[in-house]
């Protein structure tokens, strides 16, 4: 129930494409759904995060779109980039006693030209 | 802009011997915590601290791990006698209140032999 399921697990994309990356989680005290972007030899770096009570957030060409009921959200890169290229993590967190982040599988980006 | 520094970047040690892996968080930052990514899978949470006591730890922070702020400025990951499995990146990671934003460092590749 504390897992996050992340799909796919790698992505080509074209460059000016939208990519969209997926996720689903079990666990309904997650309440804080961050993507992270990891560059090769990198740490985690935070893209973009949403909490529950909105359905869609926009940040420049990063979108995530949230579905509380069916309990899955999914990160939009518009306009893709060769820069964009890198692994992307979801994640989830519960505000009930802990801060602990629970991530997906991760998701390997490819932007070709 | 202020980041979370890890060291060493690499670490190559023989089965059964002890490493300190060493993080300095965000200077104003009160919360911090440890992750793992064995190499091509997701990242794993092992432990947060806060107050210098341990808030949460995971099933996989058994005995042969432990945690320690020493001074005001850095934060330790000791593994007491590692094991070939332990070999992975950790990540440490702070965050400035809780269920805030946590920031990650670049990482110590730690290679158990």
């Known amino acids: 129930q504390q897992q996050v399921k992340q799909s796919p697990q790698s992505l080509i994309v074209q460059k000016g494409g939208i990519s969209i990356i997926n996720c689903a989680y079990e666990?309904?005290?997650?309440?804080?759904f961050p993507w992270y972007q990891q560059f090769p030899g990198k740490g985690p770096a935070l893209l973009i995060a949403i909490r529950p009570d909105v359905s869609e957030k926009k940040e420049g060409r990063f979108t995530i779109s949230f579905n509380k009921s069916a309990k899955q959200f999914s990160l939009h890169i518009m306009d893709s980039q060769p820069g964009d290229s890198a692994t992307y993590f979801c994640a989830a967190r519960s505000n009930f006693g802990n801060e602990k982040l629970t991530f997906g599988t991760g998701t390997r980006l490819t932007i070709i030209p | 802009e202020p980041e979370v520094t890890q060291t060493p970047s690499h670490q190559v040690t023989q089965m059964g011997q002890e490493v300190i892996l060493r993080c300095v968080p965000i200077s104003n930052h009160l919360y911090f915590y440890w992750y793992r990514q064995i190499l091509g899978q997701k990242v794993e949470f092992l432990v947060s601290?806060?107050?210098?006591?341990?808030?949460?730890k995971s099933e996989i922070f058994d005995d042969q791990f432990s945690v320690e702020r020493p001074d005001g400025s850095n934060f330790t990951l000791k593994i007491r006698s590692t094991k070939l499995e332990d070999s992975a990146m950790y990540f440490c990671?702070?965050?400035?209140?809780?269920?805030?934003?946590?920031?990650f460092g670049p990482g110590t590749r730690l290679t158990v032999l």
């Open positions: 666990n309904t005290a997650f309440d804080y």
């Open positions: 990671a702070s965050s400035a209140v809780s269920y805030n934003e946590q920031f």
């Open positions: 601290f806060y107050n210098n006591e341990i808030s949460e």
